[in-house]
């Protein structure tokens, strides 16, 4: 048989008809992605939702299960140890809560006036601060009532916290 010439007529109207399946194809992706992209950004906002969602109310729950400790620990506390204040006895009191030293990462005492009386793992030039401006502090003192703080950025570790603070 004779080659085909590149300018023959069968090789014009095969490359003709392939570049035609090849646009045809093209268009044909481009309407499923036009079509579907409603369908699938959908599909991730919903996604997200449901994480956001589940990801609060664990949030919520850890919140609430560490509250109760801190309550059930301030029902419990030994009040005659606050009159006169004695430093090393509150220091210990708080050393020796391993339930709420493995619950939180810093524990404290203030005085009703917002002064940080002990704290624990104590952190030197910490002890004596008046605390009273923050809210808080402000809000436990004035209400008497537990109190969950926004979130805030904390000064030295520079990372989001969230306080948890309850009268004794």
Known sequence: SAPISPSSLKVKIALAVGLLAL?????QALAQ???????????VESQINTLVEQTGRGLDEKIASRM?????????FPIPSLAPVHE????????DRNALLSLFDDVYIFDAKGRLLTDWPRVPGRRGLDMSERQYIRQVIQ???SHVSEPILGRITKQPLIILSTPI
Not at 23 to 27: D, E, F, K, R, S
Not at 68 to 76: D, G, M
């Open 33 to 43: 992605i036009l079509l579907l992209r409603p369908e699938y950004r959908h599909m």
């Open 88 to 95: 090393a006895a509150l220091e210990g009191y708080l050393r």
């Open 68 to 76: 109760l400790a801190l309550e059930k620990s301030a029902q419990h």
């Open 143 to 145: 209400e008497r009532r």
């Open 23 to 27: 646009l045809l194809l093209g268009l």
